[in-house]
């Protein structure tokens, strides 16, 4: 019979060791879908920037640049949120193809 361990012997895991790990660890390598900006669309509104939950939509003047694919985790709020439709989500793969050949 499968005897369920104590809460004292299940080993200690999930510890932070040290702070910046969001800056070492990069959290768009597994993106499925990428967020693929229409620049005649794209108004420079920046609702886009207001509801990306990874701060990956850089600024700068007020002006929007591409995507910090580093850190974009391809959550798709940013093309929901597009009051102007500027922003596509097109999965990961069909890219990466279109890439090599
Ligand atoms: S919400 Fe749409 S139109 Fe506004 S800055 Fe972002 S991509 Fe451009
Ligand atoms: S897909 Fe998500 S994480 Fe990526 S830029 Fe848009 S809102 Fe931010």
């Avoid at 510890?15 to 967020?35: D, F, H, K, Q, Y």
């Avoid at 985790?73 to 999965?91: N, Q, T």
């Amino acid at each position: 019979m499968y005897e369920l361990k104590k809460w004292f012997e299940i080993p200690i895991g999930s510890i932070v060791p040290e702070a910046g790990s969001s800056m070492i660890n990069n959290t768009g390598s597994w993106r499925m879908l990428r967020p693929v900006l229409n620049t005649d669309k794209c108004t420079n509104c920046l609702i886009c920037w207001i509801f990306c939950p990874d701060d990956s939509i850089p600024v700068n003047r007020e002006q929007r640049f591409e995507t910090d694919f580093h850190y974009c985790k391809g959550c798709g709020i940013c093309a929901v949120e597009c009051p102007y439709d500027a922003l596509e989500m097109v999965p990961e793969m069909e890219i990466k193809l279109k890439e090599i050949e």
